[in-house]
């Protein structure tokens, strides 16, 4: 199921790609943009875990350099009946954590060094639980692919809007400049709502495989409350094509904005996490 996700998501991905290419040159911008969005999907299966780890300066750890944290990622592993991830830690004080890898024989698990100073073994382990439900349930590859691709797109978007706005657009002076900013915004907008619709389902499902995993649904939720209450007092520094990777969403979203995040509300996901208590 997971491989026909990844192949709907890579094909969803290309053709924006190429029609913003169209928009900012006409065949020749689509020819391009095909050709571009062909080679970023090899390199993306390939290489978009390598990227994301570099992008937020992930160093690797093992159980000399981080004795309790790796013991909790090997236990758990052991458990879940996995492979032994590569282990990472990402020099930011802002509490989260991630998992990437195209499969569970190349998965890495990162967490950041305020996830370890503001969580207690017991609320940790229900994050590295999580993670490795992501590693489990094989949606690691679509989120590091949909991150890759749609940073991309919404760099390319950026291109478009710029030529839109001062060079009036590629094929059509007279009215191309507004066509090629629509279509800018559009990519943009269609590129966030495929992180959304891809993270939300994930969490749901991570959040009750990690509860069995770990035995545990209080401590994930423990883990989600404090992640909450964190999130607004310590910024992370994130890319926003990447932030449906995370656990919880790096950038705090109210009001209407909130409608738009890559993620569930942490009200509902705990709420879940209750009730999975309270049934077992």
Known sequence: MNTAKTALLMIVLTGLFI????????????IIAFGLAFLMNIFSYWFSDKI??????????????????????????QRAGLPMPRVYLIPQAAPNAFATGRNPQHAAVAVTQGLLQ??????????????????????????????????????????????GMFFGGGRDRRGGGIGVI????????????????????R???????????????????????????????????ADPATSHMFIVNPFTRKGLVSLFSTHPPIEERVERLERMRLQS
């Not at 994301?52 to 592993?77: H, N, S, W």
């Not at 994050?127 to 919404?154: P, Q, Y």
């Not at 915004?185 to 389902?201: E, H, K």
């Open 52 to 77: 994301v780890l570099a992008m937020y300066r992930a160093k690797e750890v093992d159980e000399a350099t981080a004795p309790g944290l790796y013991a909790i990622v090997r236990r758990l592993t």
């Open 203 to 237: 969490e749901y499902q991570a959040d009750a495989s990690a509860a069995k995993l770990s035995g545990n649904p209080r401590g994930l939720a423990r883990a989600l409350q404090a992640l909450q209450r964190a999130s607004s007092r310590v910024p992370m520094q």
């Open 182 to 201: 629509f279509v800018a915004i559009f990519g943009t907008i269609a590129a966030l709502l495929i992180q959304m619709a891809i993270s939300r389902s």
């Open 19 to 30: 029609v913003i290419g169209y928009a900012l040159g006409g065949e020749s911008g689509m």
């Open 118 to 163: 503001a969580l207690d073994d017991e609320a940790l382990e229900g994050v590295i639980a999580h993670e490795l439900s992501h590693v489990g349930n094989r949606d690691i590859l679509i989120g590091t692919i949909a991150a890759t691709l749609a940073g991309a797109i919404m760099i390319l978007s950026r291109l478009a809007m710029f030529a």
